[in-house]
């Protein structure tokens, strides 16, 4: 092969399509979060969990795809590079968040009771606690570490992105090696982040309750699905013959299907040990959070988590074959996913007390369908492969040991 | 300004895996010469010293047994201290071996190559001295089968519902397997000894541990096979090992134990713990066995890398614990963290997060990567922070507890120092018969990624400098001789 000339043509064709999708999900985007606003009025807790619950699980997915893309980076790793402006388009949604977040700061002393606790509700004790919590939990450091969480979020998913992006026109390793500087060294400041908004949006649903793992249950939760997403988005450009799809092979989808298989492991063993530990443990300030998930229904969601987040997709991803077929591998990511909501479904609503709502569909159909859009606008005009990447050419010539 | 693929990579390219123009030949002189050359004065001066570590080991394994534990400087409340501290800080050691042997092999990691073999011996030694502990703890050792279930007439039956029985298969287990992935990579090598011995006794002895290995493709085959097996079943047991350990703490109710970040903490700090011990040993071996082309400043900065994230990851557990201790409006939790930071103590508080949390810092920059005295300096005090993070923990969270008149202070006592020491000599005689009697780096895998690079840069030559020694190692390292 001759040593100049670039890999790709420059008459690389730029990314247009998509079309359809974008204004489908516009479209869906916007009418489902107008049901989602006509449900706040009827039933306005149930309702805005349902629509915590949405807006999490996508923006886990953007937030796992910036920390996968992070980490590739800090690694040096090669093999990506075809698949990493489909990573870089998840992580492109990030802002969207900023806006779509506005319903719970706005709503947040409807779902969170530690906004203005009710002493019937505590007692003596828990109000002693929440006074004690006070610090923390108040709205005026809610709102300020919120805006702390998207300013490191936006700010470093717009330099992940946007460096690569530039490095598109000349192909200077100045790029590179800024994304690999930005890649370690933004990472601690994503996981604190991480963790902190979960402890914010999520685990003070139960002001009294905490624990220590839960920022990584959230994160592995969201990385899962931000692999998911990725490994679907790589098999529809292979079956929809566009030209990045060309470019991704078998051995590409199988480093996608084992980091499905390996994070899928590590999800469980997080929400094991944190599971375990609590029931072990048994005490008062713990125990809660297990007792209300063991009511009703909720103790079967528990048994299907386990069953269908863990058992199946581990035991079939365990098949090479399945994660080199770009059909049988999306089919698995797309049941991952809808697990990952389930999860995120049993982490928030049983606080309620109360039954399936509909506007758990209309708030996941208006997220999700904006964050599409969105992604596939800022996808769109640009090329869907980091074409003067230095070393895309490993990536294209990636092939399993 | 434009660059094309080829300039950029001249820029971006890590720095060589191996250092200059080698082939088997030269290969096979590197790597076994330290076996069949005669032991250095400086050798024997290091064994005899793991002789006299082993000797005050034994003596003080004889003091335990004979008079009992209460030789220790154990009390109540504090019941657990060095024995569980020194276990917990030697299996965490040994968690290196397998992690770069089975993880990295998973991750495609080449450079992992020079590098598994010490690690690994390294781990079997580490976990010998660990099981020691635990077993002397019992205070009547040689009751220690009493731990498997077997069908006893007295009808015992271990108590399957705690931790520290789980630790009894895990360590095991962990042992087994470690030894097996451990020996099956020395087989080619062993083959290599076998068939450069010079006398007839030393054929003898490796032909039968080459277990009649003779390299054809089939037995390539096979073993290739075996390895990548092991290696998906060895991850598991990394990450289980070490769970289990952070069990025995985070399933009791104890203040200071009970938290559920404990698993990933742990196994990160364990895996912290044992890169800085391989750095530790190897930065020296390299330089006396003359091993500087196959582990060269490439591998030395990758695990500098990865004890940069552990190191991260265990600093994620401190904050993690110490927020909950305040969030969590448990007066006893916030007691034992205000008594770590103010109590008898403090000082190895201290240490725990300069070490730990704040030197490994220094890593984020490259010239402390590359520098090997100040990076064997850091592993060095790496080594010394994760002890006394085990410490901290055992200690001070079961020294006040929540009766303030069952209160106490502990002091150890000769009894435990000599346990101590007599264990970093007992591991450093064991490794120095190692590097004295197999080869210290994995021959055939060498072999194996020489033949990779070479094909690679005949296939493309325009990507010869990735292979090429584009430095002298000597000025990467700074001062040198």
């Known amino acids: 092969m001759s040593t100049d000339a670039p890999l790709i043509p420059d008459d690389f064709p730029r990314f247009e399509g998509g079309r359809t999708a974008m204004l489908a999900g516009a479209v869906i985007g916007i009418v489902s979060l107008a049901l989602t606003a006509v449900g706040f009025v009827g039933a306005p807790q149930a309702t805005l969990l349902s629509y915590l619950v949405a807006f999490m699980y996508w923006l886990g997915i953007a937030l796992g795809a910036l920390v996968l893309l992070m980490a590739n980076h800090a690694a040096g790793a090669r093999w990506n590079i075809v698949v990493r402006r489909l990573n870089e388009s998840i992580v492109a949604t990030t802002p969207l968040y900023l806006l779509l977040f506005l319903p719970i700061l706005l709503g947040a002393r409807v779902i969170f009771s530690w906004v203005a606790p009710d002493a019937a509700v505590f007692g003596a004790e828990g109000m002693k606690l929440l006074a004690h919590k006070h610090a923390y939990l108040n709205m005026s450091a809610f709102t300020l570490r919120a805006a702390v969480y998207f300013a490191i979020w936006i700010a470093v998913a717009g330099l992940m992105r946007g460096w690569s992006i530039r490095q598109d026109q000349g192909g200077e390793a100045q790029w590179t090696r800024r994304l690999r500087k930005l890649g370690a060294g933004g990472l601690p400041f994503i996981a604190y982040s991480l963790t902190f908004a979960s402890f914010d949006w999520l685990m003070s649903l139960n002001p009294l309750w905490g624990s220590s793992i839960f920022g990584l249950y959230i994160f592995a939760g969201g990385f899962v699905a931000s692999i998911a997403l990725l490994c679907i988005l790589a098999a529809l450009a292979i079956r929809s013959h566009a030209p990045v799809g060309r470019l991704i092979n078998e051995s590409h989808l199988h480093n996608l299907g084992k980091y499905l298989l390996a994070f899928i492991a590590f999800w469980a063993y997080i929400a094991f040990s944190q599971y375990m530990l609590i029931w072990v443990g048994n005490l008062p300030d713990e125990i809660p959070w297990i007792l209300l998930r063991r009511e009703g229904g909720w103790r079967w969601v528990g048994v299907f988590l386990i069953v269908f987040h863990f058992v199946v997709p581990f035991l079939v991803l365990l098949s090479r074959d399945l994660k080199r077929n770009p059909r049988t591998l999306a089919a698995i990511a797309a049941w991952v996913m809808i697990v990952h909501y389930v999860d995120l479904y049993w982490v928030v609503l049983p606080v309620a007390h109360a039954g399936f709502h509909w506007t758990a569909i209309t708030s996941f159909a208006g997220v999700g369908g904006l964050s599409v859009a969105f992604g596939i606008w800022r996808l769109r005009g640009g090329y869907a492969v980091p074409l003067r990447d230095p070393y895309l050419e490993d990536s294209l010539r990636y092939v399993q040991p | ?481």
């Open chain 2, 1 to 481: 300004m434009a660059q094309t693929a080829l300039e950029a990579r001249a820029e971006l390219d890590p720095r060589p895996l191996m250092i200059g123009e080698q082939d088997d030949g030269s290969l096979n002189k590197s790597i076994l010469d330290f076996v069949w050359a005669k032991p250095s004065k400086g050798w024997w001066a290091l064994f005899l010293l793991g002789m006299a570590g082993t000797g005050l080991l034994t003596m003080a394994i004889s003091v335990t047994i004979g008079k009992g534990i209460g030789m220790w400087g154990n009390n109540i409340p504090v019941a657990w201290a060095y024995g569980i501290v020194n276990f917990v800080w030697w299996i965490g050691i040994g968690h290196a071996g397998t992690l770069i042997s089975a993880i990295l092999l998973l991750f495609q990691q080449k450079w992992r190559t020079s590098i598994n073999r010490f690690a690994e011996a390294m781990t079997l030694f580490a976990v010998m001295q660990a099981g020691l502990f635990p077993i002397l703890h019992l205070g009547r050792p040689w009751y220690a089968y009493w731990l498997f279930p077997y069908p006893a007439t007295y009808h015992l039956w271990p108590q399957f519902k705690s931790p520290l029985m789980w630790d009894v298969f895990a360590v095991s287990t962990y042992f087994i397997s470690s030894f097996l992935f451990w020996y099956l990579g020395l087989i080619p090598d062993l083959a290599s000894l076998r068939d450069s011995s010079s006398t007839r006794l030393k054929r003898r002895v490796y032909g039968v541990f080459a277990l009649g290995w003779r390299g054809s493709a089939r037995h390539w085959h096979h073993y290739k096979i075996a390895y990548l097996l092991l290696a998906g079943l060895c991850t598991p047991l990394v990450v289980s090992v070490h769970t289990i350990v952070s069990w025995d703490f985070a399933v009791a109710i104890l203040p200071g134990w009970h938290t559920t970040i404990f698993p990933p903490y742990f196994v990160a700090g364990a895996v912290f713990s044992g890169f800085a011990m391989v750095i530790t040993l190897m930065v020296p071996a390299r330089k006396v066995m003359g091993l500087k082309n196959v582990i060269t400043a490439r591998h030395l900065e990758a695990m500098c890398k990865v004890i940069l994230v552990t190191s991260m990851i265990v600093g994620y557990g401190y904050a993690m614990e110490h927020f909950f201790a305040w969030y969590s409006g448990n007066e006893y939790e916030a007691h034992v963290f205000k008594n770590r930071a103010v109590g008898q103590f403090k000082y190895v508080y201290f240490m725990m997060w300069t070490c730990n949390v704040i030197i490994p810092q220094l890593f984020w920059f490259r010239w402390f990567r590359s520098n090997i005295y100040v990076m064997w300096i850091i592993s060095v005090l790496i080594n010394v922070g994760m002890w006394t993070e085990r410490f901290v923990i055992v200690v001070t969270s079961l020294q006040q507890d929540y009766l303030p008149s069952s209160w106490a202070d502990y002091h150890p006592t000769w009894v435990d120092w000599s346990l101590f020491t007599g264990t970093l000599g007992f591991f450093g005689m064991l490794f120095l018969l190692f590097l004295k009697f197999v080869p210290a780096v994995a021959l055939s895998e060498v072999k194996e990624l020489r033949h990779e690079l070479e094909h690679a840069r005949r296939e493309h030559p325009e990507h010869a400098h990735e292979n090429q020694p584009v430095m002298d190692l000597s000025e990467m390292e700074g001062a040198k001789p």
